[in-house]
């Protein structure tokens, strides 16, 4: 893959460097002995998964929370915690509910994408490469047809009608759903859809992680060309550089020029 920005833009080194500078001043006098031994530092080392190993454990730990985000870390951290106890059973898994709803209900980025953020910061050591792999995820997940998951063991028997979510906003990829299956959000119908999709991304992430971790990870997926034109000004170094997303623009904008 192409990265268009340097490392340096990537990671805004200047204004990091600035934050740590402050944060040392202040944190000077606080105890650091009370933090805590047992985390392992990370990367933490990646074991090969079988993805169909672990799609029903997603779909059904994202039922037991309602929680998308909760979900994905569940299946994916629970199956390496049962198989290799330490360092994957230390990660309080109950702290990705949160993620739920896109944070709390608020309809921001999907859980599932927030997960795979957060996993992909536990195995993977090059920070060009977690943004990249970050990216790939979202690109895929904007365009791909979902749900595809048949549960073993489904909550609600029925029919789910796919649908391609546009964005990793949870509040555009669900009312997408909606308007396409003609069911209500909030609705169980509507945590179906979503807890199967939950199975569908833990698959695509594993799949994701066990190529690149065995070296041979080929970066598909780009913005399309529309967004790519709008970046070629509007994007970071261009002549207008007011644009700071990795988001495909169109389901927001259209050409104002
Ligand atoms: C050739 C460079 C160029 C490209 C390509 C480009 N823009 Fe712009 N855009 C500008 C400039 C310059 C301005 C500010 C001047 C203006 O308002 O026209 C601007 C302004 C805007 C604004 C603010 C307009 C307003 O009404 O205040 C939006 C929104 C915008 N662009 C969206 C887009 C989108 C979406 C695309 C891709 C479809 C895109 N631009 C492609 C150069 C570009
Ligand atoms: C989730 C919706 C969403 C997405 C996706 C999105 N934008 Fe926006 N964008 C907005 C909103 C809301 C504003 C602020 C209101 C406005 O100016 O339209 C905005 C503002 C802008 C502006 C105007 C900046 C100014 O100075 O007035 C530009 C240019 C722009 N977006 C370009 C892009 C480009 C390029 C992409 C894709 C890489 C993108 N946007 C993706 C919602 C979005």
Request: neutral net charge.
């Amino acid at each position: 893959m192409k990265m268009k920005l340097s490392r340096r833009e990537i990671l805004g080194v200047g204004s990091v460097a600035g934050c740590a500078a402050i944060g040392g001043s202040i944190l000077k006098g606080a105890n650091f002995a009370t933090a805590s031994p047992s985390a392992a530092a990370l990367p933490w080392s990646w074991k090969k998964i079988d993805p169909a190993e672990i799609q029903e454990r997603a779909y059904q730990s994202a039922w037991e929370k309602i929680g998308c985000m909760y979900g994905v870390c569940e299946a994916i951290l629970g199956t390496l915690a049962d198989r290799y106890g330490a360092p994957y059973n230390t990660f309080p898994v109950d702290a990705t509910v949160y993620g739920s709803g896109g944070i709390g209900g608020i309809g921001a980025v999907c859980g599932t994408i927030n997960a795979s953020g957060l996993l992909f910061n536990l195995f993977v050591k090059d920070q060009n490469d977690l943004f990249a792999l970050c990216s790939e995820m979202s690109l895929w997940y904007e365009k791909a047809s979902l749900p595809n998951y048949k549960p073993k063991k489904p909550k609600v028997d029925i029919q789910i009608a796919k649908s391609v979510a546009g964005s990793n906003l949870c509040h555009v990829s669900s009312t997408n759903w909606a308007n396409a299956s003609g069911y209500k959000v909030m609705t169980n119908e509507h945590f179906e859809r979503c807890n199967r999709l939950v199975a569908d991304v833990a698959v695509q992430l594993v799949t994701v992680l066990n190529q690149y971790t065995a070296g041979n990870m080929t970066f598909k997926e780009k913005l399309n060309d529309f967004s790519l034109q709008c970046l070629s000004c509007h994007g970071p170094g261009n002549s207008e550089a007011n644009v700071a997303a990795g988001m495909t623009c169109n389901p927001c904008h259209e050409n104002p020029h």
